[in-house]
């Protein structure tokens, strides 16, 4: 069977994040979504999630979903004017659910080096 070669460059997440960042940087810029100003999602909330995406790229899903769950919490009171109870009581729990899945679940980097009989 086809074998994957285990010596993946490190900086492939970063690399394809730049670019993601790049792009939706441009987009702002030039308003090209109509979203308004740049000032208006370009915030440290974000970076939260941008740092949770190279993770997830990069086949950390435990520090991904951590890093993910801290920059929703914060950009919630901008996603709704009033959160409701259901997520602002089921939030935490859930967001310690899935961390926990994430450590019995192999990394993608394992599934990668697994060889197929």
């Given at each position: ?6 010596k ?27 979203w ?50 259901l ?12 961390t ?18």
């Amino acid at each position: 069977m086809k074998q994957f070669n285990s010596k993946r460059n490190p900086l492939i997440g970063f690399g394809l994040f730049l670019i993601a960042l790049g792009l939706m940087l441009l987009a702002a810029t030039l308003d090209l979504l109509g979203w308004g100003s740049i000032h208006e999602y370009f915030r440290w909330e974000m970076l939260l999630v941008f740092i949770s995406l190279i993770m997830f790229l990069n086949g950390n899903l435990t520090g991904g979903v951590i890093f993910l769950a801290a920059g929703s919490w914060f950009l919630l009171p901008d996603i709704y004017e009033e959160t409701p109870d259901l997520v602002r009581v089921g939030f935490w729990p859930a967001a310690l659910v899935l961390t926990g899945i994430t450590f019995l679940i192999p990394s993608p980097k394992k599934w990668c080096n697994r060889k197929d009989n």
